[in-house]
């Protein structure tokens, strides 16, 4: 079964520092990940996909499939960031499986 | 372009009354899925409609129902309510049934069973 784990409800950090949003994932194919975001009374929005290894906003996230992790990293994290957090996972045909969510909250 | 609309926005049933939500994909799309967030959780697939055709489904019981329409707007229904149905609904659209394109999500309803 495919299944997405987020290990931190809740990660604060403060503003410059680094951060690494935690996923780790169950599949036994070659899954398609992603990371969405979703900020505060804003919708769900993609935030970046593997197979595009494309960096947004500063954030990259590399998949792991030893690991089967796609951890979301930032060096210097800002205030804007603040906000919820979702893994997903897809296969192909299938849809979205999505992680339970980190909220990250960045500190002046 | 008109991104993903959803209505209404929030919603009160009664435990045992039926609802229907309503969902207008973005302007190019055949694709139409839905998810049930609840609260605290991240979104669990409900089902996906093509072109007015249901195409894959979660592990959600027969009283959720949807219905695609040529304009590929989309419904969600659901019989029966239960206190556990309370949560968010979203609904996401897609240029494509694979969704390699990536989907929109709209800002959801928000339905309250009491």
């Known amino acids: 079964a495919q299944r997405v784990t987020q290990p931190e409800k809740l990660l604060s950090v403060f503003k410059g520092a680094p951060v690494e949003l935690k996923c780790n994932y169950s599949y036994s194919g070659s899954p398609e990940l992603f990371w969405y975001v979703q900020y505060s009374r804003q919708r769900l929005q993609l935030l970046l996909r593997?197979?595009s290894r494309e960096s947004i906003k500063g954030f990259t996230a590399d998949l792991n499939k030893g690991e089967t992790s796609f951890h979301l990293k930032k060096p210097f994290a800002q205030e804007e960031d603040s906000a919820m957090y979702y893994c997903a996972l897809r296969s192909y045909g299938q849809n979205f499986v999505f992680g339970p969510g980190t909220r990250l909250s960045v500190l002046p | 372009e008109t991104g993903v609309t959803q209505s209404p926005t929030h919603l009160i049933k009664t435990r045992g009354q039926q609802v229907t939500l309503r969902c207008s994909s973005q302007?190019?799309?055949?694709?139409v899925s839905w998810y049930q967030q609840a609260l605290g959780q991240g979104p669990q697939f409900i089902f996906q409609?093509?072109?007015?055709?249901?195409?894959g489904r979660g592990n959600f019981p027969p009283r959720f129902s949807g219905l695609q329409f040529p304009n590929y707007s989309s419904e969600l229904n659901v019989n029966a309510l239960e206190l556990d149905d309370s949560a968010l609904y979203l609904c996401?659209?897609?240029?494509?049934?694979?969704?390699?394109?990536?989907?929109?999500f709209g800002s959801g309803t928000r339905l309250t069973v009491v």
């Open positions: 593997h197979i």
């Open positions: 996401a659209s897609s240029p494509s049934r694979q969704g390699w394109h990536g989907y929109t």
């Open positions: 409609y093509y072109r007015e055709e249901e195409n």
């Open positions: 302007s190019g799309h055949n694709t």
